[in-house]
């Protein structure tokens, strides 16, 4: 069983159309969840970290909330640029390492 | 800002031949990172080091060495390509080793041919 799952793997949104993707995780001891953009054929971007229950974050178009059991990267308004693949990944407590998640791939069209 | 340096874009090799893949950071960074990232596979942990000429192993180290004399600088080796080798390689570094960002580089796509 994967410790982080993201959903949808794919999202398609017209510009304009805001909408949530959704990071949910078994690991306990959260020591935090970090969400990244990656272009294709490129490294994925450090966007944010979370680190507890409550915490928000945001940047431009991009919000990043968190609970006990899931993140959600919520995007307001978005933009063809916004097209990308996002990723989430966990860091457990007693872990140096965060397990990432598979991605979900966003699509905006004009 | 943070940089992380891959040498290559892309590379096509040969079977058998032995390949090195060179990563730079130029922030003093502590901690660097080798994953390898296939369609459905998401990211995998190959070898990461906390410091100069110290390894660990990650999820599939099998294959691959790794070296790392300079603190700025961690190489991945393939010892003998092989065709399921093939796949997207980014290196990555962090400044601390708990609850912070890693710094990718720009991958560099590995054809084992």
């Known amino acids: 069983e994967d410790q982080v799952t993201q959903s949808p793997e794919a999202l398609r949104l017209q510009e304009g159309e805001s909408s949530s993707l959704n990071c949910s995780y078994t690991?306990?001891?959260?020591?935090?969840l970090f969400w990244y953009r990656q272009d294709p054929g490129k490294g994925p971007e450090f966007l944010f970290t979370?680190?507890?229950a409550g915490e928000e974050k945001e940047k431009e178009r991009l919000k990043a909330t968190l609970t006990k059991k899931e993140s959600f990267l919520h995007i307001t308004a978005p933009k063809p640029e916004d097209s990308a693949t996002y990723l989430c990944a966990v860091q457990e407590g007693g872990s140096y390492i965060p397990t990432f998640g598979r991605g979900t791939s966003l699509i905006v069209h004009p | 800002d943070v940089k992380v340096t891959q040498s290559s874009r892309y590379l096509v090799k040969r079977t058998g031949e032995k390949v090195f893949l060179e990563c730079v950071q130029d922030?003093?960074?502590?901690?660097m990172f080798w994953y390898r990232q296939d369609p459905g596979l998401g990211l995998r942990l190959i070898y990461f080091s906390y410091d100069v000429k110290m390894k660990e192993k990650g999820d599939i180290p099998e294959g691959y060495s790794v070296s790392r004399e300079k603190k700025e600088r961690f190489s991945l080796i393939l010892e003998s390509a092989s065709t399921n080798q093939t796949s997207m390689y980014l290196c990555?570094?962090?400044?601390?080793?708990?609850?912070?960002?890693?710094?990718f580089g720009s991958g560099t796509r590995l054809t084992v041919v």
């Open positions: 690991v306990s001891g959260l020591r935090g």
């Open positions: 922030m003093d960074h502590e901690n």
């Open positions: 990555a570094s962090s400044l601390r080793t708990v609850s912070y960002g890693y710094t």
């Open positions: 979370l680190y507890s």
